[in-house]
């Protein structure tokens, strides 16, 4: 099972793109408000992990995440 | 913070338009001249993005039962289907829908937004799965969010995408929902039913699909896409409407299990919402029996679609995967697609403007549908109007 650590490097990962202007991405990095990301890159971000781990996300976490370190929280909730 | 806070987006972009002088969302209809034209926003135009397929709201046979039903049993029913709003012509348009679909159980619904946001969130609840279609309409997924049920997407129109999150789900597909659409309504594509019915068959669940921009255009009966595609024993539930094809406003429901007529009563938005009114009933009553009286109406929905959309694709404009009566033109960049949209209404065409979050994408659509009642001159003249479109803006729709 994939614990924490896996989640955040491969969000990260994914994620490299939207660190505009040098900008280092962390655990607080906010994936909409910070980064930009609009609700469909979400979904994208979303689907690129749930291939990567064979997972499926439900869209009922959604809400709770604002941070790259909600997510990764969640799909560890979610897998474990 | 304030409440009006998170409504800031919506008031930036009007002030957008106003400053444009463009009104795309909620053009006003000064006057319809027939089911096919009107002064809208103050142009006489051919109006093209009505979804008003078979051209049936001025038929003059829907339009007189209407007024008989006016006559005869008033405006409006007044109450909920569970009170006092139950009249005999609901349950002969449930019986005849009943017929025409084959189906044991039928449900009426006051729109079609009922219809499906209120089987979305009652077939399902919480402890229960729904997977649906990432591309699946607004109505569907205000329904799953309020059903309390665990949500997951797959990709549009990927039956192999949904095997994997049927295969991920083991023995809980045995208490699974599956959402899709028959006809997309942004670009007008047609689901893979056959092959998602093969994927529901052998993973389980239910599978629970809206036609309600198929309904009377394919299969040999006109059912619908699953009709057309041979799977109709596959399908537990089709949802639909009657605002389109049939000229009218309302939705519906039908299944062979029986347990439809339990779930009828637990259904919030049937329960706590006034019955349709005696006239919609009506004239859907007689839009539902000429459907099937008339095939012709769906001979030439089809040619017109495939005129329209032979037509716009030689233009060099990005057109849907796949020819169907909505004909749907992607634009990349925003700005372009509204001044397009004001450009057309100018020379004579309405649309409808799609900007996301409505269209499935990041681009914008000037989305077009076609009716039975357009005459092939009326589709050249759409035509003729995005041709005009062409010098300014072509590098856009790249």
Redesign the interface.
């Known amino acids: 099972m994939p614990d924490y650590n896996d989640f955040l490097s491969r969000i990260y990962e994914i994620l490299k793109p939207f660190a505009k202007h040098g900008r280092i991405l962390n655990e607080d990095s906010e994936l909409v408000t910070e980064l930009g990301l609009?609700?469909?890159q979400v979904?994208e971000l979303i689907?690129q992990i749930e291939d990567h781990f064979?997972?499926?996300?439900?869209?009922?976490i959604l809400p709770d995440i604002r941070t790259i370190r909600d997510l990764a929280l969640q799909l560890e909730k979610l897998t474990n | 913070m304030s409440l009006f806070d998170k409504f800031q987006p919506i008031v930036d972009i009007r002030a957008e338009l106003a400053k444009l002088g463009v009104m795309p969302f909620g053009a006003v209809t000064e006057k319809l001249l027939s089911a096919t034209e009107a002064i809208v926003n103050g142009h006489k135009v051919i109006l093209a993005g009505t979804n008003n397929y078979l051209g049936l709201t001025f038929d003059p046979q829907c339009i007189a039962a209407a007024k008989q039903a006016v006559e005869e049993q008033g405006t409006g029913t007044t109450g909920s289907r569970m009170a006092n709003g139950t009249f005999a012509e609901h349950i002969k348009l449930e019986q005849e829908l009943g017929a025409f679909f084959d189906r044991r159980h039928t449900i009426v619904f006051s729109t079609g937004y009922a219809a499906t946001m209120g089987m979305a969130s009652t077939l399902a609840g919480p402890g229960d799965v729904i997977v649906l279609d990432a591309d699946s309409h607004a109505s569907i997924y205000d329904g799953v969010r309020m059903s309390g049920a665990e949500v997951i997407r797959f990709r549009h129109s990927d039956p192999a995408d949904l095997e994997k999150r049927l295969r991920r789900l083991g023995e809980r597909t045995a208490n699974t929902l599956i959402i899709v659409e028959g006809i997309y309504s942004m670009l007008g594509d047609q689901a893979p039913l056959a092959d998602i019915a093969a994927v529901k068959r052998e993973y389980g669940g239910m599978l629970l699909v809206d036609e309600a921009h198929s309904l009377g255009m394919l299969g040999a009966h006109g059912r619908g896409v699953a009709e057309a595609a041979g799977v109709e024993a596959d399908v537990d539930f089709v949802v639909g409407t009657f605002s389109k094809s049939l000229g009218a406003i309302g939705g519906y429901c039908v299944s062979n299990h029986p347990e439809l007529e339990a779930i009828r009563f637990g259904i919030r938005s049937y329960i706590f919402t006034a019955s349709p009114s005696p006239s919609v009933i009506a004239s859907t009553r007689v839009a539902l029996r000429l459907m099937q009286e008339r095939p012709e109406l769906r001979e030439r929905l089809w040619n017109n679609a495939q005129r329209l959309y032979d037509g716009l694709e030689q233009l060099g404009f990005q057109v849907s995967p796949q020819v169907s009566p909505v004909v749907a033109v992607t634009i990349k960049d925003r700005n372009q697609a509204i001044a397009w949209w004001q450009e057309l209404l100018q020379r004579g065409a309405y649309v409808n403007l799609v900007m996301p979050p409505a269209s499935p994408t990041s681009d914008s659509l000037l989305r077009c549908s076609v009716s039975a009642a357009h005459s092939p001159e009326q589709i050249d003249r759409i035509i003729d109007a995005f041709a005009a479109l062409q010098p300014a803006g072509m590098a856009a729709a790249d």
Not at chain 1, 54 to 60: A, T
């Open positions: 609009t609700s469909l979904m689907e064979d997972i499926s996300v439900p869209l009922n």
